[in-house]
């Protein structure tokens, strides 16, 4: 990474990627982040990282002790749950903007192919693909939508719960964004935001067993 970007700009490339990393398992809840080693990882100044790692923990990405340094944080059960409860209004009032505003066969056609590219992966055992796949297909709802602030505050938000949601099954994922889909297209907005809210709801108990009471 330049050194010469801002220093601004290089925080936000190392939030990003930290983001990244959660999703793809480069990065893991309670992992230590060591100022040092995360300057010598992007090439930058420690000044840069610790501007990175303030913004992750006004996020709630990192938890920043005095004594123990920056660490990703490591949810409660309770504290997945309320995330999820989040994340469920959210994901319900995408697919509901993304149905108000669909418009033209080329926007049906991206996000039928952006289903498409999540159905495909039925069957194998393609967890991080899947991952990559539903935030694609995540990011066509927000741009059909028209709201930028969605695409910023999802992945935030979910970025913790990657972990407990591999348990979910293949079958309710697919059929899930299924549902969804279909009444987007269909241009059907309640239909599209009850179709999100009862795929968050019905992976709730698959997720919250994997973080301690």
Do not use: C, W
Request: neutral net charge; glycine residues 6%.
């Amino acid at each position: 990474m330049n050194e010469k970007k801002t220093s601004g700009s290089a925080a936000t490339v190392i939030v990003r990627d930290v983001l990244q990393g959660l999703s793809d398992g480069r990065y893991v809840a309670g992992q230590r982040l060591a100022e040092r080693d995360l300057a010598e990882l992007y090439n930058l100044s420690r000044s840069s990282i610790r501007e990175a790692l303030s913004h992750m923990a006004a996020d709630g990405i990192v938890e920043i002790s005095p004594y123990k340094g920056a660490r990703i944080r490591k949810l409660s059960r309770s504290e997945a749950a309320n995330i999820m409860a989040i994340s469920e209004v959210i994901l319900g009032l995408a697919a509901r903007q993304a149905a108000e505003n669909i418009q033209d066969q080329d926007e049906r056609d991206r996000l039928s192919a952006s289903f498409q590219a999540l159905e495909n992966l039925r069957g194998a055992d393609h967890q991080l693909e899947f991952n990559h796949r539903r935030n694609e297909y995540y990011r066509v709802l927000y741009e059909l939508g028209k709201n930028d602030e969605l695409r910023r505050m999802l992945p935030k938000i979910n970025v913790h719960l990657v972990r407990g949601s591999q348990a979910v099954p293949y079958d309710l994922r697919i059929e899930g964004h299924r549902e969804i889909t279909e009444a987007v297209l269909a241009g059907d907005a309640e239909a599209a935001e009850a179709a999100a809210r009862r795929y968050m709801r019905a992976t709730i108990p698959y997720i919250l067993q994997h973080y301690p009471n």
